[in-house]
């Protein structure tokens, strides 16, 4: 998005309102956005508590910015800190544009809103490019990652649905790598499935930074993940994805690219706690999440194979 934007000329800077870079350098390079800036402000910057408004604001002055685009999707009744910061930017002269103005919930998925919601404020913006990650890609392996692990407890899978994915992957011929994110809980999940199976050809990504997770995720053959970061690099490298949407709507958070199959749960569409914006208002209080057993590993194996078809030669290896 940042790229096409770039592309038409509007602005001469970007500023991305956090404490860090949010990719490292060697990945950053890929973006073609020569005016992009990180502001050195808290990580949390992005929820506009009053209590930062005076560092935003200080910085917006400072680095003479007139637009800030808000690009968080929330509920306006969960994002009142920011619909007051609004509102005190606009007497200081300075636009708020945002998800919450109307029309912009019927957008599509959340990428597809960003895209609309600056088409309505004049940037003649093209269709960004989902690839961007494409010179990572390497000739495919033969092996499938399963990526097992999800910020919240509620958007991962159960262990015995992954440990019968796994098998009917293997049943295929497939190598599998199991990989997780830092969180121990996380890590400790991989472990279990490992273990659990036993199989040699089974094995555990050990644990690596981003930059070695991106160009893992690029040697792969497919992968299959949780509703996480790991399903849009892996698509950003044309990495074939299926991704399980089981707390959230795909029709949002989906990965983007024709070598994409997002699984989606019924449970968490029809279920009472599920928000307009495609996640669930327990996402961060915990629930028993019956909707994690909306989708089962023979329908993530059978996405699978349309996207990955089994090779001959591990066919026969297999026989």
């Given at each position: 998005m940042l790229e096409a934007v770039d592309a038409v000329g509007v602005f001469d800077e970007y500023h991305v309102l956090c404490h860090q870079p949010f990719l490292p350098e060697t990945l950053l390079r890929h973006v073609r956005v020569p005016g992009l800036r990180v502001?050195?402000?808290?990580?949390?910057?992005?929820?506009?508590?009053?209590?930062d408004w005076d560092g935003i604001f200080a910085y917006l002055r400072e680095s003479g910015i007139g637009v800030v685009?808000?690009?968080?999707?929330?509920?306006?009744?969960?994002?009142?800190n920011y619909l007051s910061f609004r509102e005190v930017a606009a007497s200081?002269?300075?636009?708020?544009?945002?998800?919450?103005?109307?029309?912009m919930w019927e957008a599509g998925s959340i990428g597809q809103r960003i895209v609309a919601l600056l088409r309505r404020h004049g940037v003649a913006l093209p269709d960004p490019r989902c690839d961007w990650l494409t010179p990572l890609r390497r000739a495919p392996g033969t092996s499938i990652g399963c990526f097992v692990g999800a910020s919240r407890g509620v958007k991962r899978w159960p262990?015995?649905?992954?440990?019968?994915?796994?098998?009917?992957?293997?049943?295929?011929?497939?190598?599998?790598?199991?990989?997780?994110?830092?969180?121990?809980?996380?890590?400790?999940?991989?472990?279990?499935?490992?273990?659990?199976?036993?199989d040699p050809m089974v094995s555990l990504l050990p644990a690596v930074d981003l930059e070695g997770f991106v160009n893992w995720l690029a040697?792969?053959?497919?992968?299959?993940?949780?509703?996480?970061?790991?399903?849009?690099?892996?698509?950003?490298?044309?990495?074939?994805?299926?991704?399980?949407?089981?707390?959230?709507?795909?029709?949002?958070?989906?990965?983007?690219?024709?070598?994409?199959?997002?699984?989606?749960?019924?449970l968490a569409l029809r279920c009472r706690a599920m928000k307009r914006d495609g996640t669930c208002t327990r996402l961060y209080r915990g629930c028993p999440a019956?909707?994690?057993?909306?989708?089962?590993?023979?329908?993530?194996?059978?996405?699978?194979d349309e996207l990955c078809p089994v090779p001959l030669e591990l066919r026969h290896r297999k026989e």
């Open positions: 502001a050195q402000l808290p990580g949390l910057t992005r929820r506009f508590r009053p209590e685009l808000n690009a968080r999707l929330e509920i306006a009744s969960l994002d009142t200081r002269s300075i636009e708020c544009w945002d998800l919450h103005e109307d029309g262990a015995q649905a992954w440990m019968d994915t796994v098998t009917r992957i293997r049943q295929r011929g497939w190598p599998v790598e199991v990989a997780a994110g830092p969180d121990r809980v996380e890590r400790k999940l991989a472990g279990t499935i490992v273990e659990a199976l036993g040697g792969l053959r497919g992968l299959v993940a949780g509703d996480t970061a790991a399903t849009h690099l892996a698509a950003a490298a044309v990495t074939p994805v299926v991704s399980l949407h089981l707390a959230t709507a795909s029709a949002v958070w989906r990965p983007l690219g024709d070598l994409t199959r997002p699984m989606q749960s019924p019956p909707c994690r057993k909306g989708i089962t590993p023979d329908e993530v194996v059978q996405a699978l």
